[in-house]
């Protein structure tokens, strides 16, 4: 559920800053700020947007007047800064995912590993510190590089390690749904967002992609389980 909120609280947040013409450019895990980290309160979760020392006011160009004034030519349309946001929103979500993941099948590892030792009377041996996770620059060379956009490919990569089951599970919907309950997974959503949201229909003034994204795939954003 907490990954849910988050995606979800990332979204909104990303679609007040475009619909009031302000692209971030800069996002990532580390411009993300939480009100809880607990899954339990997964439904009060609180996301702000921070760092946003990159960022472009693309739609707050007016002379003293209330006039719009001309770009220059060095800032690239909103839309195209939009996407740009889309994609970093996509791979922090990834990065998110699949680092917590990892994280807790080092912490699984660990204490299997002690309790072996203690069954075969060995003095428990510190654990050994974990491989640096993934971030998002390794998964924009394995999305856009190598599977060129596809999740579904990325998503088979994925599944032969199994440090990552868990991240898969969330991904794929399988941990909220019930015995009888359709997964309902996110893999349409990454695809969406990694792609910077291409194909999608002009928003409408005051609305942006990102808050057309929440609509349009709200059945893994807002799914509830059963488990």
Request: glycine share 10%; aromatic share 4%; net charge negative.
């Amino acid at each position: 559920r907490y990954a849910r909120a988050l995606a979800r609280g990332l979204l909104a947040a990303l679609a007040a800053v475009h619909a009031a013409g302000v692209a971030h450019r800069g996002l990532g895990p580390a411009c993300v700020g939480v009100s809880t980290v607990d899954d339990r309160a997964a439904g009060d979760l609180r996301v702000r947007l921070d760092n946003f020392g990159l960022s472009a006011c693309v739609g707050a160009h007016r002379d003293s007047e209330g006039s719009p004034l001309a770009l220059p030519d060095r800032v690239p349309p909103l839309g195209v800064l939009e996407r740009e946001d889309l994609r970093a929103a996509g791979y922090a979500i990834l990065e998110v995912l699949l680092q917590a993941s990892e994280a807790d099948h080092a912490r699984a590892a660990a204490a299997a590993a002690t309790e072996d030792g203690k069954g075969a009377g060995r003095e428990a041996q510190p654990a050994a510190p974990p491989a640096p996770g993934v971030d998002q620059n390794a998964l924009r060379r394995l999305l856009e590089d190598v599977y060129e956009c596809d999740v579904a490919r990325f998503r088979e990569y994925a599944a032969a390690d199994d440090r990552w089951r868990d991240a898969l599970a969330v991904l794929d919907g399988r941990d909220l749904a019930g015995e009888d309950e359709e997964a309902r997974p996110a893999w349409p959503l990454v695809q969406d967002l990694v792609r910077g949201a291409e194909g999608g229909e002009v928003p409408r003034e005051g609305m942006s992609r990102a808050k057309e994204l929440l609509a349009e795939h709200g059945a893994w954003l807002n799914a509830a389980g059963t488990k």
